[in-house]
């Protein structure tokens, strides 16, 4: 039975945008940010200055209780910035703070109305939110032929979607757009779509060019046009890695906001890659929908109300950390040295793979950002290479298909990567006189 706090919710999202509640999974319907201790507590906050019995945790002495055997670890915040739990949709001033981030970064979006970012435990938990929100058994999730594992488990095992796969890459070389369009409207018959957007691309390191970019904006604007309803989910997790200068430097996500009234965007994205701190797990879920700010509170609230159900709350120490990380007149210089380094790094991979030496063992597929590059093996398993790389020479890589095999570059010392890949030619010579050992594996073995 839906509650009368979601109903509310429910009836704005109709009233605003119509065509965003239509998007809704069943569950997304149901979902709401409750007003029982969350509430009670917050205005005891605000007015409790006598005794505030309240919120279930223990202070002492002014401060959160704390042993000092902890605070010596955490010794840049007080017990209050690191202990007390945050609030289920984020930090105020973080999720303030990484919206101008996000606009300052995307300026297509000029005055184009984004929620407030929501704050998630790392990028997966931001994909496992959109899935709740807009995902039922049976939607049409669109994802490339070449992707994260992962995208299986939140999608297809817990939201039992129907994945389907369009070709990523042209036979030319670039994104296959005439592909993605073609697919988008193969299923855009079914009225409603969740096409699933993830630049730079895991496994292959790949970013569109502005003119790829427009092609898929495209292609959603017109099936949007055409009565489906479309839900772009952008997952942004290595947004900013960007090495070449034909590189589109913004995000899908800003050229997509405010395009149609049935065209919804969800952008997810976090310091966990962009800022180097992948297990402080502070990322976040930014709505862009029509109807305007009504519409965008009600869908944090909804967001906010399925974090309350799962994990109640992010870390709060971790949002403080990134907070006063961004606030700090260090942060953007000392981020552009650590940017420079990955670039740096992709710059010598590109070298080490130029020319015709490897072209008897692989193919590199094109990469110009974020952390990994992938190889297409000639006449090898993949699998049955990655283990002897392992067994025999002490490398660790990824099998991500039968063929392919990716790289993550992001943690190879640059004065490394010469011999890592010198290594893995040798093995791959050694493998095609005697290929002994492992046999091949069926597609299904790749899958999360």
Avoid at 72 to 95: F, H, N, V
Avoid at 124 to 138: C, K, M, R
Avoid at 211 to 220: D, F, H, P, S
Wanted: net charge neutral; charged share 20%; glycine share 8%.
């Amino acid at each position: 039975m839906t509650t009368a706090l979601a109903s509310e919710l429910n009836r704005t999202i109709q009233e605003k945008a119509p065509e965003v509640f239509e998007m809704l999974s069943g569950l997304g319907r149901e979902l709401y940010f409750p007003k029982g201790i969350l509430t009670q507590s917050a205005e005891a906050k605000q007015k409790a200055g006598r005794h505030n019995a309240t919120i279930g945790i223990a202070r002492q002495d002014g401060a959160a209780m704390h042993l000092p055997s902890v605070m010596r670890r955490l010794a840049a915040l007080s017990p209050d910035e690191a202990l007390p739990y945050a609030p289920s949709p984020g930090l105020p001033a973080l999720r303030a703070k990484w919206r101008e981030h996000i606009q300052a970064l995307n300026p297509s979006l000029d005055k184009q109305a984004i929620s407030l970012p929501v704050v998630t435990g790392g990028v997966t938990h931001g994909l496992s939110l959109a899935a709740d929100l807009f995902v039922d058994a049976g939607d049409a999730v669109m994802i490339p032929d070449k992707f994260w594992g992962n995208y299986n488990m939140i999608f297809r095992v817990r939201r039992e979607a129907r994945m389907v796969k369009y070709p990523f890459f042209a036979a030319s070389g670039g994104l296959d757009t005439a592909g993605f369009a073609a697919a988008v409207a193969a299923q855009s018959g079914r009225g409603k779509i969740v096409a699933l957007l993830n630049f730079p691309n895991n496994p292959t390191g790949y970013a569109p060019t502005a003119a790829e970019a427009q092609a898929v904006c495209e292609a959603l604007t017109a099936a949007a046009e055409k009565g489906c309803r479309v839900v772009t989910v952008c997952d942004d997790a290595y947004f900013g890695l960007f090495y070449e200068p034909e590189v589109m430097r913004e995000s899908v996500f800003a050229r997509l906001a405010g395009k149609h009234p049935r065209l919804l965007a969800v952008k997810l994205d976090g310091a966990t890659k962009e800022d180097f701190v992948w297990g402080l797990r502070v990322a976040f879920i930014t709505f862009a929908a029509h109807g305007g700010a009504p519409v965008h509170d009600a869908l944090e609230k909804k967001a906010g109300g399925c974090i309350r159900g799962t994990v109640s709350n992010c870390s709060q120490a971790s949002q403080n950390i990134v907070l006063q990380a961004m606030n700090d007149p260090a942060f953007p210089a000392e981020r552009q040295a650590k940017f420079e380094v990955l670039r740096a790094r992709a710059a010598r991979v590109k070298q080490a793979l130029a020319g015709a030496r490897y072209a008897s063992a692989w193919t590199p597929y094109p990469f110009n950002s974020g952390y990994f590059m992938c190889l297409r093996l000639k006449d090898l398993n993949a699998e049955a290479y990655r283990l002897r790389l392992l067994d025999r020479y002490g490398i660790g890589v990824i099998a991500t298909a039968p063929t392919d095999i990716r790289v993550a570059f992001s943690c190879i010392e640059e004065d490394e990567i010469a011999d890592l890949f010198e290594c893995m030619f040798r093995c791959a010579r050694e493998m095609a006189e005697d290929p002994g050992g492992v046999e091949a594996v069926p597609d299904s073995a790749f899958e999360e």
